[in-house]
């Protein structure tokens, strides 16, 4: 399974950003789908997540961007997608796009796309 981000970019406090994460299956196969940013220095969170493969699931979302970020699926499109808006200095980060896969017959697995820079300026 591969997953390819893109949107990534500078981008000026209080703009938007909107980050696709294209994957080569089928997302209603995957338990959740999930954009974790990593900053210097820090650890690496989840700031958005969406179960069920893409239909009738949940959204979860990190308190630092409530009301501010939106994930969502096209699963026409296999792609997942995050919509940032009022971007602040401290959403700066690399994001990556990450697939979580459950089997009754193995243990869980997680694929993780290369992530896409977001960077954003004062």
């Known amino acids: 399974v591969q997953l390819v981000e893109s949107g990534g970019g500078l981008v000026q406090a209080g703009g938007p950003l909107r980050l696709p994460c294209v994957v080569s299956?089928?997302?209603?196969?995957?338990?959740?789908m999930a954009w974790y940013p990593q900053a210097p220095e820090r650890q690496r969170e989840l700031v958005a997540q969406?179960?069920?493969?893409?239909?009738?699931?949940?959204?979860n979302y990190a308190d630092s961007v409530k009301g501010r970020f939106a994930i969502s699926t096209d699963n026409a499109k296999n792609t997942v997608y995050l919509q940032m808006n009022n971007l602040k200095p401290e959403d700066t980060g690399v994001y990556s796009c990450v697939a979580e896969f459950q089997s009754p017959y193995q243990s869980t697995r997680y694929y993780w796309g290369q992530g896409t820079q977001v960077t954003v300026s004062s």
């Open positions: 969406i179960t069920g493969g893409g239909i009738g699931g949940t959204t």
């Open positions: 299956a089928s997302i209603v196969h995957f338990e959740a």
